[in-house]
């Protein structure tokens, strides 16, 4: 799925997002790093149209995410543990967004067994607890697994390698890069270990403007940790 954004802006008091001309061709992993504040979560949200930008668009396959529903069958996403619900076990909160993908019990119980090696505290089909009252760890599994349930054309992760174990880390990004050839992925961290090793591209937003983006190449995570650490040396001495 082709992502584009033309002329986007969004504002919250102080703080712009601007993005004048994006896109991202079907079937990239794309990374977007940067500071805290600095707009990766609100395009993310413009994305699945969860707000609605002040002026221009974001486009999948050429058709824009707020006049049109189609695009949502296609699109699995997590942005946090807030989107869970908590009240529910993992596998009744599975079952009930597969169901939204008109997906049958017997089809969700079978695509679950691709992520008993991701989610092995609790066997999957066994897990009793409700997701309120699990790690953190284990709560961010949940809405990675629900993402991943559907297979879909887009995949959009928050920080999806956030409070994971070393073993669940490496298995998701195993998994994301084993995805379809046109499967197109977006995903937002601050991990720039694993955003280098498993994307195809990365943009580093700086105060809700893209400053650089970059096919990866072997000198990208030495190139993003010198950015940034050159903007530690900077902000803590505005006179270099």
């Known amino acids: 799925m082709?992502?584009?954004?033309?002329?986007?802006?969004?504002?919250?008091?102080?703080?712009?997002?601007?993005?004048?001309?994006?896109?991202v061709r079907s079937?990239?992993?794309?990374g977007l790093v940067g500071n805290n504040g600095a707009g990766k979560t609100t395009f993310l949200r413009l994305l699945l149209d969860l707000i609605e930008a002040d002026d221009g668009s974001v486009a999948l396959n050429g058709a824009s995410v707020s006049e049109t529903v189609a695009w949502k069958k296609d699109t699995g996403s997590f942005l946090g543990e807030r989107v869970l619900i908590d009240f529910l076990t993992p596998d009744e909160y599975w079952h009930f967004v597969g169901s939204t993908y008109?997906?049958?019990?017997?089809?969700i119980d079978r695509r679950l067994e691709a992520y008993s090696d991701f989610y092995t505290d609790e066997p999957v089909g066994e897990t009793t607890k409700y997701i309120r009252d699990l790690s953190q760890g284990n709560r961010n599994k949940a809405g990675i697994v629900a993402a991943l349930?559907?297979?879909p054309d887009l995949l959009v992760f928050d920080e999806p390698f956030a409070s994971l174990d070393p073993r669940s880390q490496i298995w998701l990004k195993d998994h994301l890069s084993a995805r379809p050839s046109d499967a197109t992925?977006?995903?937002s961290s601050h991990d720039l270990d694993h955003v280098a090793a498993l994307c195809d591209r990365?943009?580093?937003?700086?105060?809700?403007?893209i400053v650089r983006d970059?096919?990866?190449d072997p000198d990208t995570l030495d190139d993003l940790e010198a950015y940034f650490r050159n903007k530690v040396r900077t902000e803590g001495n505005p006179s270099i």
């Not at 082709?2 to 896109?23: C, E, P």
């Not at 079937?27 to 794309?30: E, I, L």
């Open 102 to 107: 008109d997906l049958s019990d017997e089809e």
């Open 27 to 30: 079937g990239t992993v794309f």
């Open 202 to 209: 990365i943009a580093i937003l700086e105060e809700g403007s």
């Open 185 to 187: 992925v977006v995903v």
């Open 2 to 23: 082709t992502i584009t954004a033309r002329s986007l802006h969004k504002s919250y008091d102080a703080f712009d997002l601007s993005i004048s001309d994006l896109t």
């Open 149 to 151: 349930l559907p297979d």
């Open 214 to 216: 970059a096919p990866t």
